[in-house]
C-alpha cells in the first residue's frame, strides 16, 4: 500500500518532490530539533491520485490522514472538536517549488460550536476563542467555499457600527457570538447547507480545496510563465495551531535571513504582537522591523537569530522564515529559501561563495537566469507604480519599463522622436515597414500578435520595451485614439508599459535605469568557466552586434538581411526589383542595392572582428515590401513608369492566403536567383575588403532559409559558389567562406542526412519549426491559446519555451541525422527560444554546439549554458 | 571497367532497365530471329552518367561507343563516311518508360559530302541518294541544333517554286544538290560553323542531344505526370538504316496488333509506299490502311503478320510495330507493348485473359489505374476538338469535359442553372460560399489554386469538371468578363474546359458521355479479389455517397460537416452562432443547427446502411462563415440585433494571417465544446434513429480534426463521449460509437504513441500534413512551384502525389508508434492523395487498412490497391 501521508518526523529535506518545500523543511526543522508545531504532509502523489480518480481524495488516503490526525492527537494530548482540549491546526499548501497563486492557508481549523468553548475553557480567554471562531469561518467559506470574504467583512462592520466601535479589539465576546451567528446564517444562506460542525469533515473539505487550487487560472498561468510540470502537484500540510493572538506576550512575524531587495548580510523582517498572520498582512496595524524585538524582546530575538543563523547555515541559502511566538514561546511555522530581486540574488550568491559556504558552481545554478533580464533594463519606480491605474495586462513581449507619449504611426512616432519627445507606438500589429516607427519609440504596444510576432521580435533584437497581443486595445486609426478598459486615450497622452510583466498604466510612471554591479561581471565569468554551449547573438545592424559583444556573444548566429532594405533610401529599390518583368531589369534593380547590403555587412565585421557572422539570406515574402497606401503605391507607379493598375496588379498577385508557408525563403532564390547572387557579392565583397582594410580573419557563414528538401539548398548552394568564387577570383584574394542552412522545415529535420551533405552547418530556426511543426501560425495563436492554457492542454507558450517532445524530437533527429552523414557538422539555433533557459538545457542535452539570442539575452543565455551542464552532472 | 554499350545481340527483354523499352526490345527481337537492321544500344547508365559529369560523355563512354559502330561496320560490310559502301545509322531516345517529348529520330546520320556519293553509286539512283542527305540535314538540324524547321522548308518551297512544280518528287538530282547548297548555308549563318562531315561527330552530338532531351521542359512535364523518376535516364539505339523510300517495291508503316482505341481484335494500322517514316507522320501522302497490303503485297503482309502474331504471343500483350520495307525485304525496326484507351486496355486485358495468354491478376497489373477517368467521365469529341481554339491551359485539377456559358458569380451561376443552361463558373479562387454556383455549374474554371484548392476538392467530390490555377485569366468581375491569351470573354460567352488535360477552349466544343462496360466490372471484381486495403469515399451528401457506392465504396472514410452549413438556410444560424456573445446564446443558435445535422446524417446512414461512415467534426475556421460584403453585413446586422460596426468588428477580429494554421479544427471544440456537443447530439441522434427506423447496425466514427497533442484530443473526446452517452441515455438504446482523429499536423504524427491511447482509429489528413511538413500552403503553391520543376528539385505535385520520404516517414512513424501503443489501431488515409496510385501503393506497405478518396477516384483506387498488392509480392 502506497505512504501517502507523512508526519513531520518522518520526513527530510531530500523529500521535496514527495512532501513539497514547506512540508520537507518542516519535517527537516523537526530533526533539526527547532520548535517546530508538529503536523504531518499530504503528499504531492496524493494531489496526482486526486485528479487522475477525476478529482476524487480516495477512502485509502483519507484513512491515512486520519491515522496520521490520530497520532498528532495523541502526541498533541488534545482531541479534534473536543470540549476540553480542541486540537486545531492550520491547512496551508506546499509544492514542490514556491507558487503563489494556489490556496493558501486556512488557520483555526477545529472549531465549531463545541470545540470553541473548549477553547475558552482552556485559555480561559473567551473572547480570543470566539475571535478564532468567526476567523475561522470566514476563512473557510472564503478559502475553501469561495464565499466572498466582503460579504462577511459587511456584517462585522455592521455590528461595529451598531455598537459604535472603531477598533475589532474594541469588540466583546458577545458582539462575536453574534458575528459568528450572523456568520453561519450567511454561510447557509449561500451554500445552501449548515457550516460543517464536524472537524473531520472541515479538514477534508480544506485538503480537497487546496488540491483544487492547484488548477485553478491563477495557478495554471504562474505555472507557465515558471515552466512549472502540471503532474507535479501539491502537498498538503496540516499542523498544530500555535496562538500569536493569546495576548501581549504572543506575537507573530515573518524575517528573512538577508535583505532580500538588495542582498544585504542583514536580519531583514517584522512582527507584531498579539496578532494572528493574517493581521500582518492586512495591514490593520503597522508591523515593526525586527530590529524593534531586539530591544523590545531580547531573549526571543536572540533565541529567532540563533535559529535563523542555524537555518541559513544547514540550507547554506538566505531563508525567509515565518514565526509565531505563544505566550512568551518562540515557535517556527516555516523556512524556505528567500525569494529576492535578481540584484540580491547575485550579491548573496557571491558573499556565500566569499562566505565559503557555498562553490562557484553551487553560485552559479542558484541564480534564476530568467531574472537577469531585471538587470539589463529599467524598472519601473516601485512607489510611482503603486499610485498608476493599471489599464489592462497582455504578453511581456520585450522586457524593461518604458513611458512616453501616445503614437499609432511609424512616421507620427518618428516624428515626434526626432522633437525629442519619448514615444510609445501604438499598433494594431507592426510590420517591417513600421521599423522606423519602432527604432523612435521606447516602448511599442500591439493589439495583435504573441511572443515572437514582428514586433515582440524586432523590440527584443533593440532592447525596447514591448507588450504584445493586447486584445483589449480597439484602435481607432483615422481618429488617433485608443480605447481600453472603458479609458479612451488619444495621441500625445501619456501611457506606460512594463515589457517584463505586461502591464499596461496610464499616464507617464518614473522609471529607474538598469545598474550592472561587480557581481554580475564574477557570476558572468564563473558561469563561463562551466559551459561548453557557445553563445551568439542575432543582430542585423553594427549597433546591434556592439551591444550583444558588450553583453558577451561569442559571434552572430542570425543576421537578418531584411531588415536592412527598409530604410527609406534603399525601400524603393527594392521594389524595383521585386516589378521588375526581366531577368536583366531585376539584376539592374538588386545592383543599385549591392553598396548598401556590403557597407551593412563591413560595418558587422568591422565590430565583430574574428568572431563568426552568419547571414541569413532574404526571408520574407516579396509583398512585405511593397507599399499599401494608395499615396505610396503612385509614387512607385510614377517612379517605375508604370500605371498604377499595373503595380496595384501585382501587389495583389503577391498576396498570399498564407505568406508563413507561401514564396519565401530560399524559394525566393530559386525562382530569382540573381538575388542569391547580390546577397553572396555583397557579403563577399564585405569580407574581402574588411579582410584587407583591417587585418581580421573573416569567414562568412552564410545561411539559406526554409529549405526542406536537399536539392533545394544544393541548387542555391551552386548559385552561391559560383558567385563567391568569382568575387574571390576578381578579388584575388583568398577566403574561406561556409554555406549552410536553416532547419526549419519539418521536412529538412526528417531528411537531415540528405541535406546534411550539401551543408557547411545547421542552425535550427525554432520559431518557424514550432509553427509548422504544431500547426499555430504565431500570429494568430492568442485567438486560441487562452483556451488551451485554461484546459491544460498546453502549460506553455510554445514560441517561449520548446516543444520539446515535440519540436525538440525533431531538433534532436535532425541533429543525429545530420551528424551521421557528416560528423563534424557545426549545429546552433537562432529561433527565439534561444534564449530560453530549459531550452538552453535541451540544446545543451542534445549537443548542440551554439545558442543565438537577441543582445539582451546574451548574459541569460550564458548562464543557461552553465546551469545546463551543472544540472546534467 | 563499366559496360556502356551493346549491341543488340547482346540484350535481351529482361533489361530494360539498363537498355530502355526499345534498345530491350530490339534485342530480344535479334534473339527471336526476326529481320531486324542490326545497331547497338547507349544504356540509361551512360546517360545517369552525363549529367553527374555536368552533362559530358565521358571518353570511356565514347571509346565503347565507336567500338560498337566498328563491330556494326563489320557486321554490315559497310563503313562510316564511306565512299562507296557507306553506313548510314539512325538515332533514337528510348527509355525505360515510352515517354513523349524526349528527342525522337534522326535519320540518315553518316551522310556527308562524300558518303552521299557512295550512296549514288551503290544504289545507282543519285536522287534517293541527295534527297536523304537533304533530310539529314534539315532533321539533324532541327532535332540536334534546334535550327527551326521552317527556315528549311523555306529554302525547299522557294526551289519547287522556281522550278514550278508541286510535288517533292517532281524535284530532280540537281534541285537536291541546289537545295542541300543552300541547307548548309543556312546551317553555317544559324550555327557560325559549317555543317558536320565527320560521321562520327554527328554520332557523338545526336546521341548527346538525346540525353539532353531527357531534360527538357516537355519531358520533365510528362515525367512528372506519369510519375517517372528523373534518375532513370534515356538509353540511345544506333541502328543501321534501312530504306522505304529506295522506290515502290520500297515502304514503310505502323502498326497495332489490336485496336487501341477499341481493343478490337484485327491488325490496326498504316503503311505508305516509297518513303520514310517522317512522311507518314508529316501527311504529306495519306498512308494506306493495313487491309490494303494484304491484297496489294499479299506476301510482305503474311510476313508481317506472322511477326505480329508471333510478337504479340511472345510478349503477351498487344503489339505496337513499326516496319520498314526496302527493295522487297520487310525490317521490323521496332515493337512495344502499345498505348491504348482506357476503354482499349480494359478490353485486351480482359481478352487475353479469354485467350488464355494472361492470367487475371496479369490483367489486372497491366491496366492504368489513372487512366480509368476517362471511362468515368465526359470527353471532347475528337473532330470538334481539332477545330476548337486553344485559349490556354492550366492544373487539371477535376477531370471530365464539359463545355456552358461564363458566369462570374456563384449567385449568376446559379440563376443560369435553374434556367436550364450549361454553366462555366469563373472565378479567382473559389470558397465555401460559392458551393451552390459549383454545384450548377457543369465546369469550374479558377485563376488561383493548386490541384487540392478548395475548387479542386469540392469538384472532383461532385464529379464535375474543374482547371484551376489558370494565373492568365484576369477577371473584371465589375464589368463581367475574363481576358484570357488577348481573347475576352464575356458573361454569357461559351468556353469549354478539359478537367483532365487542364486545356481550355473557346466555344461550345461538343463532348462524349462515359460508357462503362462490362469487362471494366470484370476487372474491378478481379481487383476486388486481389486487394487487401479496403476502399472509401469522401463524401459529404446522400447523393455523393450513393454515387460512391455505385462505384463501389465501402464506406465513408470522410465526411466534411461544414458543407452542410453554406445552404441558404443554415447559414444565417451558423453566423449567429459566431456571433454570439454567451456561451447560452452560442448553445441556443446551435440548437436550431441540430435538426440540420441530424437530416444530413440520417441521410448518408440511410445510403449506406451497414457500412461505416467517419464523419468530421467542424473544420475550417470560422471567418470563412461570415458574409464579406457591405449588403449581407448589414442583413446579419439587422438579423442579430447589432450595429453594422459590431458585425465587422468581429469579422475584423476574426480575421487570420495564416489561416491554415489558425484556429480551426478541434481548436474551435476546445474554445467552445458546444460546438462538438452539438454535432455529437445530431451524429448519435441519427444513428440512433436509424438503427430504430431501418434496423442498420449504425456505427459513427466521430472524428476530431487538427489534433497535435494527446491532451487536446482527450478534452474533446471527453466532451463527446459525455454528450453520446446522455444520447444513448436519453433514447434508451445501445449503440456502439468510435472516436478517433486526424493525423495532419506533423506533431501528431511525432507522438502518434500518446494520441494512439485516445483514438480508436488514425486517419491520415494528408492535405495539410503535406502543407506543414513541406511548409508549403497549397493555395499560394503555384506561385513557385514552376521554378521547382523546372530545376527538377520537384518532380511531382507533393499535393497530388504523397511525398514519400518526408511526409511519408511521418505518416510511417505514425503508423509504427500508433500501433505500438494500440494494436489493433485502425489506420486510413482521407487525404486527396488517397486516390492517387503510387500513394495507394505507399499505403499498402507501411499496412494502413483503408483509403479513402473522392468518389469518383474510387475505381481508380480498388485497382491501384489490388497492383499494390501484386507489385509486392
Not at 520559431?767 to 500547426?775: E, F, I, R, V
Amino acid at each position: 500500500m502506497a505512504k501517502w501521508v507523512y508526519l513531520f518526523k518522518e520526513g527530510d529535506a531530500s523529500m521535496r518532490n514527495l512532501l513539497g518545500g514547506k512540508g520537507a523543511n518542516l519535517a527537516e526543522m523537526t530533526k533539526l530539533g527547532l520548535p517546530i508545531p508538529q503536523g504531518f504532509t499530504v503528499t504531492t502523489e496524493a494531489c496526482t491520485d486526486f485528479y487522475e480518480k477525476g478529482r476524487k481524495i480516495t477512502d485509502e488516503v483519507r484513512e491515512q490522514i486520519f491515522e496520521a490526525l490520530r497520532k498528532l492527537e495523541e502526541e498533541q494530548g488534545k482531541k479534534f472538536g473536543d470540549t476540553e482540549e480542541p486540537l486545531l491546526v492550520s491547512v496551508r499548501s506546499g509544492a514542490r517549488a514556491s507558487m503563489p497563486g494556489m490556496m493558501d492557508t486556512v488557520l483555526n481549523l477545529g472549531l465549531n460550536d463545541v470545540s470553541v468553548e473548549g477553547l475558552a475553557n482552556k485559555t480561559g480567554n473567551p473572547r480570543f476563542a470566539y475571535d478564532s471562531y468567526r476567523r475561522f469561518i470566514q476563512m473557510f467559506s472564503d478559502v475553501v467555499k469561495e464565499i466572498s470574504a466582503e460579504k462577511f467583512d459587511e456584517i462585522f462592520d455592521g455590528i461595529k457600527e451598531k455598537k459604535g466601535v472603531k477598533l475589532d479589539t474594541e469588540l466583546d465576546a458577545d458582539d462575536l457570538k453574534e458575528i459568528i451567528s450572523q456568520y453561519k446564517a450567511l454561510y447557509k444562506e449561500e451554500m445552501g447547507e449548515d457550516f460543517p460542525q464536524n472537524p473531520e469533515e472541515q479538514l477534508m473539505a480544506a485538503i480537497e480545496a487546496v488540491f483544487k487550487s492547484w488548477d485553478n487560472p491563477r495557478a495554471i498561468y504562474y505555472r507557465r510563465m515558471n515552466d512549472i510540470p502540471s503532474d507535479w502537484g501539491t502537498a498538503v500540510n496540516v499542523q498544530a495551531m500555535v496562538f500569536g493572538n493569546m495576548g501581549e506576550a504572543s506575537g507573530t512575524g515573518v524575517a528573512f535571513t538577508r535583505d532580500p531587495a538588495t542582498g544585504e548580510n542583514k536580519l531583514y523582517g517584522e512582527y507584531l504582537m498579539n496578532a494572528q498572520g493574517e493581521d500582518v498582512v492586512a495591514g490593520v496595524r503597522t508591523p515593526h522591523p525586527m530590529s524593534d524585538m531586539k530591544e523590545e524582546n531580547p531573549d526571543i530575538y536572540n533565541e529567532f537569530v540563533h535559529y535563523a543563523e542555524k537555518l541559513e547555515k544547514h540550507y547554506r541559502d538566505m531563508q525567509d522564515m515565518e514565526f509565531t511566538i505563544e505566550e512568551g514561546k518562540l515557535y517556527i511555522l516555516q523556512t524556505r529559501s528567500g525569494k529576492r530581486t535578481a540584484h540580491a540574488a547575485i550579491k548573496i550568491a557571491c558573499d556565500l561563495v566569499d562566505e565559503g559556504l557555498i562553490t562557484k558552481e553551487e553560485a552559479v545554478a542558484r541564480i534564476d537566469a530568467k531574472s537577469l533580464d531585471q538587470l539589463l533594463h529599467p524598472t519601473f519606480d516601485e512607489k510611482a507604480l503603486k499610485e498608476a491605474r493599471l489599464l489592462g495586462s497582455a504578453l511581456p513581449a520585450s522586457p524593461g519599463a518604458a513611458a512616453g507619449k501616445v503614437y499609432f504611426t511609424a512616421a507620427d512616432a518618428k516624428a515626434a522622436g526626432d522633437r525629442g519627445e519619448r514615444v510609445i507606438l501604438v499598433r494594431t500589429e507592426t510590420s517591417p515597414e513600421d521599423i522606423e516607427g519602432m527604432h523612435a519609440a521606447v516602448g511599442i504596444l500591439t493589439a495583435r500578435g504573441g511572443m515572437t510576432s514582428h514586433a515582440a521580435v524586432v523590440a527584443r533584437g533593440m532592447g525596447t520595451c514591448c507588450v504584445s497581443g493586447c486584445e483589449d486595445v480597439k484602435i481607432n486609426y483615422a481618429e488617433k485614439y485608443f480605447t481600453i478598459d472603458g479609458e479612451t486615450v488619444k495621441e500625445g497622452d501619456y501611457i506606460s508599459l512594463d515589457g517584463s510583466t505586461g502591464n499596461i498604466y496610464l499616464g507617464d510612471v518614473a522609471t529607474v535605469e538598469a545598474t550592472i554591479s561587480g557581481n554580475f561581471d564574477r557570476i558572468m565569468h564563473w558561469a563561463d568557466e562551466i559551459r561548453t554551449l557557445k553563445v551568439r547573438t542575432n543582430a542585423d545592424s553594427p549597433a546591434d552586434a556592439a551591444n550583444a559583444l558588450e553583453f558577451g556573444a561569442e559571434g552572430i548566429g542570425l543576421c537578418r538581411t531584411e531588415h536592412m532594405f527598409f530604410e527609406e533610401e534603399r525601400i524603393p529599390k527594392i521594389r524595383r526589383m521585386i516589378l521588375s518583368k526581366t531577368v536583366e531589369e531585376r539584376e539592374a534593380a538588386l545592383a543599385e542595392l549591392i553598396p548598401y547590403q556590403k557597407g551593412d555587412f563591413k560595418g558587422i565585421y568591422e565590430v565583430m572582428k574574428d568572431l563568426p557572422v552568419t547571414i541569413r539570406f532574404l526571408d520574407p515574402p516579396l509583398h512585405e515590401f511593397l507599399p499599401t497606401k494608395e499615396e505610396e503605391i503612385k509614387g512607385l507607379a510614377a517612379d517605375m513608369n508604370l500605371s498604377v493598375e499595373e503595380v496595384k496588379a501585382t501587389i495583389e498577385s503577391l498576396q498570399e492566403s498564407n505568406p508563413m508557408l507561401g514564396h519565401r525563403g530560399c524559394r525566393l532564390s530559386v525562382s530569382y536567383p540573381e538575388i542569391a547572387k547580390m546577397q553572396t557579392r555583397a557579403v563577399m565583397e564585405a569580407a574581402i575588403e574588411v579582410k584587407q582594410e583591417k587585418g581580421y580573419n573573416i569567414v562568412p557563414e552564410i545561411m539559406i532559409p526554409l529549405v526542406g528538401e536537399k536539392k533545394e539548398l544544393k541548387y542555391v548552394k551552386d548559385v552561391v559558389v559560383e558567385t563567391a568564387e568569382a568575387v574571390i577570383a576578381e578579388k584575388g584574394v583568398e577566403i574561406e567562406y561556409h554555406v549552410g542552412t536553416m532547419i526549419e522545415i519539418p521536412r529538412a529535420a526528417l531528411l537531415a542526412n540528405e541535406i546534411a551533405e550539401e551543408a557547411d552547418f545547421f542552425s535550427f530556426g525554432t520559431n518557424d519549426l514550432t509553427q509548422m511543426t504544431l500547426g499555430i501560425s504565431r500570429d494568430d495563436a492568442a485567438k486560441f491559446l487562452d483556451s488551451y492554457y485554461a484546459t491544460k492542454i498546453y502549460e506553455s507558450d510554445p514560441f517561449a519555451r520548446l516543444d520539446q517532445s515535440g519540436v525538440g524530437q525533431l531538433v534532436q533527429m535532425a541533429a543525429e541525422k545530420g551528424r551521421t552523414a557528416k560528423p563534424n557538422l557545426k549545429l546552433g539555433i537562432c529561433g527565439e527560444h534561444g534564449g530560453d533557459p530549459s531550452t538552453i538545457e535541451f540544446c545543451y542535452k542534445v549537443g548542440l554546439d551554439y545558442v543565438s539570442c537577441s543582445p539582451f539575452r546574451v548574459p541569460i543565455a550564458r548562464l543557461a549554458a552553465a546551469q545546463a551542464v551543472l544540472n546534467n552532472k
